[in-house]
């Protein structure tokens, strides 16, 4: 089997090459080793992957691609705030490069597979609350003046006690609310009607492990957390600390992948989160042991317009798929953090 990785010198996609080079399966690679991301080259690259450093926009693919059996596309510009400096280079790469990966993979007669990797980011502002009180269901928008006044959770417009956040499924319909999560859910939109074999949709909640990007511009609140806490520096939350999220670690994500190819029947689309309720504040708590050292988060108040109160998912696809739960943060962070990485 040869298995084609998009975005494969990346964070996740490295970790996905090494689980399918463990199995002995064959693995070619195309990657733009973006310099928003790159210097050169990463470290960790393999001497048994063919990489192939091109940007997928304007690949010319060579015979080596031409037996290839299973495609995981990963390769994506990332970044929120890159997005809205970039828009046009960002939707150009994400859905342009996509959309030459489709009319490439036409011609591939082997291939069995197409494994997109999403984001939980297309979904948006679709996230349901349900009332503590009373039991109505509303959506997770937050009034202004609550929020000057520091109350940030989520209030019924009926009783007005406080709501509980409900973890989105498959079923909520897409909502992107900015550039990068338009051009992710671009990306799905490129395989509509694609008819050469079946397509798995992975849309993941935030992911950590080993290799995550630190103190960069385009790190995730996890990622910033974990750069603070090792430069010895306090992490500083908005709001009360409180915010829920939902990581979920590399090598689950890995997990559902390599599952996938072991499926006599590939879901369409699958969650990939915890669905483990974390504050922002455990958080920290819980990347502070990882490394070792007692770094409390500093509860700076505030807020910044937009944020989302909390992010949930459903993993029951998602468990279903891997046959286990997945690692909770406090399981994950020991493999992920470090002093030494």
């Not at 046009?88 to 082997?110: F, H, K, M, Q, Y």
Request: charge should be neutral.
């Amino acid at each position: 089997m040869k298995i084609l990785v998009t975005g494969g010198a990346g964070f996740i996609g490295s970790h996905v090459v090494d689980a399918f080079r463990r199995t002995g399966i064959d693995v070619v690679c195309i990657d733009s080793l973006d310099p928003g991301v790159h210097t050169g080259p990463p470290g960790y690259l393999r001497s048994d992957v063919d990489y192939c450093f091109a940007d997928l926009r304007r690949l010319n693919p060579d015979p080596r691609f031409d037996d290839v059996d299973v495609v995981v596309h990963l390769a994506a510009l990332g970044g929120v705030s890159r997005a809205a400096r970039e828009p046009l280079n960002v939707i150009d790469a994400n859905c342009g490069g996509t959309a030459r990966l489709v009319e490439i993979a036409r011609s591939w007669s082997r291939l069995r597979l197409v494994v997109l990797v999403s984001s939980f980011s297309v979904y948006g502002s679709k996230y349901a609350y349900r009332c503590s009180g009373c039991g109505h269901e509303t959506d997770g928008s937050r009034v202004g003046s609550d929020l000057d006044a520091g109350r940030y959770e989520v209030t019924c417009r009926l009783c007005g006690m406080e709501a509980e956040i409900l973890p989105i499924t498959e079923l909520a319909q897409p909502n992107p609310l900015e550039t990068y999560a338009a051009s992710k859910y671009m990306q799905e939109l490129c395989f509509r009607g694609f008819a050469q074999c079946p397509v798995s949709i992975l849309r993941l909640s935030s992911v950590y492990g080993p290799r995550l990007r630190l103190n960069d511009g385009e790190a995730t609140i996890i990622a910033r957390i974990a750069g603070w806490v090792r430069a010895g520096q306090r992490p500083k939350l908005l709001e009360d600390g409180r915010q829920i999220r939902d990581w979920v670690f590399v090598g689950d994500v890995v997990g559902a992948i390599q599952a996938l190819l072991d499926s006599p029947s590939a879901p369409s689309l699958v969650n990939i989160c915890s669905g483990i309720r974390t504050s922002l504040a455990e958080a920290c708590e819980r990347v502070s042991e990882a490394f070792g050292v007692h770094c409390p988060p500093e509860i700076v108040g505030g807020y910044r317009p937009g944020d989302m109160r909390h992010c949930l998912g459903d993993p029951s696809a998602f468990k279903a798929l891997l046959g286990r739960d997945p690692l909770a943060l406090k399981d994950g962070a020991p493999l992920a953090f470090n002093l030494g990485a």
